[in-house]
C-alpha cells in the first residue's frame, strides 16, 4: 500500500478538479507533484480530472492553493479551480464570514461567498487587473505597451489576429463569427506552445452575440480543451471591451454554463459562478 490520499471530485461549470485539504502540509514530497497530477488527472487510469488542487496553510491568507495540471506543471492560477476550492474550505467550517482570502502563485485573491443552508453554493471571485504589458504577460508579440489585434502566423495553420492578455495566467483571445467551425484541437495546441509565448498559453477563441454577452470555447495550457476556463472568460472580455466589441458587463457562455464577468471602474474584473461536490474517495499514491 502506499500512502493514502483522501480526495474531493468537484466541477466548475464542468472544469473538473481532484481537490486535496492538505492543510497539515504536503502528504506527498515536492519532487512528486508533477507526477502526481498526471496520474490523477488521467481519466482512463487515475481519477480523471482537468486538473488537481491541493489546499495548504497560509501565512498571508486564509489557505493557500496549489494547482497542478494534467501534465504535470504548475499553473498560477485558475477561476473555476479557486470556487471549487473555496467551496471545499467553507463546507469544511474553516470559514463561515461573507468572503475568504486565497494565496496563490498569482496574489492574494479575494472570494466572496453565497451559501445556503450553511453550504456555498456561488462565487463571486476578485481577479485583479488585466495585464497588457506583453514582457508581464509573457508574449512576444506587440509593442512595449501591449500586443492587442497583432498578427500571428501559426505553422501549418494560417495567419490570425491575436490579442495577448494575462489574469495572473497568460491567454492569446481570438474574435470568430463561426466559432462552433472552429478545429480547436488543431489551433489550440499549435497557439500554446508558439515561440511567441515563452511560457506557453491559454487560448481562448471568442464570438460576440452582443454587447453583454460572449460565446468562449478554450484551449487550457497543459489541459488542452476544456469545459470552461475562469481565467479566460475574463481575458476575453478583458479583450472584447478593450477592442469596443463590448460593455465592460458580460454574461460569457461556455461548454459547461455561464459566467457572469464584470470589469468594474476599479480596474478589477470579477468573476461570478458556482462550484459543485460530485464525490469524495481515496486513492493510495505508491
Same mark, same amino acid.
Given at each position: 500500500?502506499?500512502?493514502?490520499?483522501?480526495?474531493?471530485?468537484?466541477?466548475?461549470?464542468?472544469?473538473?478538479?481532484?481537490?486535496?485539504?492538505?492543510?497539515?502540509?504536503?502528504?506527498?514530497?515536492?519532487?512528486?507533484?508533477?507526477?502526481?497530477?498526471?496520474?490523477?488527472?488521467?481519466?482512463?487510469?487515475?481519477?480523471?480530472?482537468?486538473?488537481?488542487?491541493?489546499?495548504?496553510?497560509?501565512?498571508?491568507?486564509?489557505?493557500?492553493?496549489?494547482?497542478?495540471?494534467?501534465?504535470?506543471?504548475?499553473?498560477?492560477?485558475?477561476?473555476?479551480?479557486?470556487?471549487?476550492?473555496?467551496?471545499?474550505?467553507?463546507?469544511?467550517?474553516?470559514?463561515?464570514?461573507?468572503?475568504?482570502? &486565497?494565496?496563490?502563485?498569482?496574489?492574494? =485573491?479575494?472570494?466572496?461567498?453565497?451559501? *445556503?443552508? @450553511?453550504?456555498?453554493?456561488? %462565487?463571486t471571485v476578485d481577479m485583479g487587473e488585466p495585464i497588457f504589458e506583453p514582457h508581464r504577460i509573457p508574449t512576444l508579440l506587440g509593442d512595449e505597451k501591449e500586443a492587442i489585434e497583432v498578427?500571428?502566423?501559426?505553422?501549418?495553420?494560417?495567419s490570425f489576429v491575436v490579442s495577448a492578455v494575462s489574469m495572473g495566467n497568460p491567454h492569446c483571445v481570438l474574435f470568430t463569427e463561426k466559432l462552433d467551425e472552429v478545429p480547436l484541437e488543431?489551433?489550440?495546441?499549435?497557439?500554446?506552445?508558439?515561440?511567441?509565448?515563452?511560457?506557453?498559453?491559454?487560448?481562448?477563441? &471568442?464570438?460576440?452575440?452582443?454587447?453583454? =454577452?460572449?460565446?468562449?470555447?478554450?484551449? *487550457?495550457? @497543459?489541459?488542452?480543451?476544456? %469545459?470552461?476556463?475562469?481565467?479566460?472568460?475574463c481575458a476575453s472580455l478583458a479583450v472584447a471591451v478593450k477592442t469596443g466589441r463590448t460593455e465592460r458587463h458580460a454574461i460569457v457562455h461556455l461548454l459547461g454554463g455561464d459566467l457572469e464577468?464584470?470589469?468594474?471602474?476599479?480596474?478589477?474584473?470579477?468573476?461570478?459562478?458556482?462550484?459543485?461536490?460530485?464525490?469524495?474517495?481515496?486513492?493510495?499514491?505508491?
Amino acid at each position: 500500500m502506499g500512502v493514502p490520499i483522501l480526495f474531493v471530485k468537484m466541477h466548475g461549470l464542468g472544469n473538473d478538479f481532484v481537490v486535496i485539504g492538505a492543510l497539515d502540509g504536503l502528504p506527498l514530497p515536492e519532487e512528486q507533484l508533477g507526477e502526481f497530477a498526471r496520474f490523477a488527472c488521467d481519466r482512463h487510469f487515475g481519477i480523471g480530472a482537468d486538473g488537481v488542487i491541493w489546499i495548504l496553510p497560509s501565512q498571508v491568507a486564509d489557505f493557500r492553493m496549489r494547482i497542478f495540471n494534467p501534465d504535470g506543471s504548475e499553473a498560477e492560477m485558475c477561476g473555476n479551480g479557486i470556487r471549487c476550492a473555496v467551496k471545499w474550505f467553507y463546507d469544511r467550517d474553516y470559514a463561515k464570514g461573507e468572503w475568504v482570502q &486565497v494565496e496563490t502563485l498569482a496574489g492574494i =485573491k479575494t472570494v466572496w461567498v453565497r451559501a *445556503e443552508k @450553511g453550504k456555498a453554493i456561488a %462565487f463571486t471571485v476578485d481577479m485583479g487587473e488585466p495585464i497588457f504589458e506583453p514582457h508581464r504577460i509573457p508574449t512576444l508579440l506587440g509593442d512595449e505597451k501591449e500586443a492587442i489585434e497583432v498578427p500571428l502566423r501559426v505553422e501549418g495553420v494560417g495567419s490570425f489576429v491575436v490579442s495577448a492578455v494575462s489574469m495572473g495566467n497568460p491567454h492569446c483571445v481570438l474574435f470568430t463569427e463561426k466559432l462552433d467551425e472552429v478545429p480547436l484541437e488543431v489551433i489550440g495546441p499549435k497557439i500554446e506552445h508558439h515561440p511567441a509565448f515563452p511560457q506557453r498559453t491559454n487560448v481562448e477563441f &471568442v464570438k460576440v452575440v452582443s454587447p453583454h =454577452k460572449l460565446r468562449v470555447r478554450v484551449w *487550457e495550457r @497543459g489541459a488542452g480543451m476544456t %469545459f470552461a476556463c475562469g481565467t479566460g472568460a475574463c481575458a476575453s472580455l478583458a479583450v472584447a471591451v478593450k477592442t469596443g466589441r463590448t460593455e465592460r458587463h458580460a454574461i460569457v457562455h461556455l461548454l459547461g454554463g455561464d459566467l457572469e464577468i464584470e470589469w468594474r471602474d476599479n480596474g478589477h474584473i470579477y468573476m461570478t459562478g458556482s462550484a459543485v461536490e460530485v464525490f469524495r474517495g481515496e486513492l493510495a499514491w505508491v
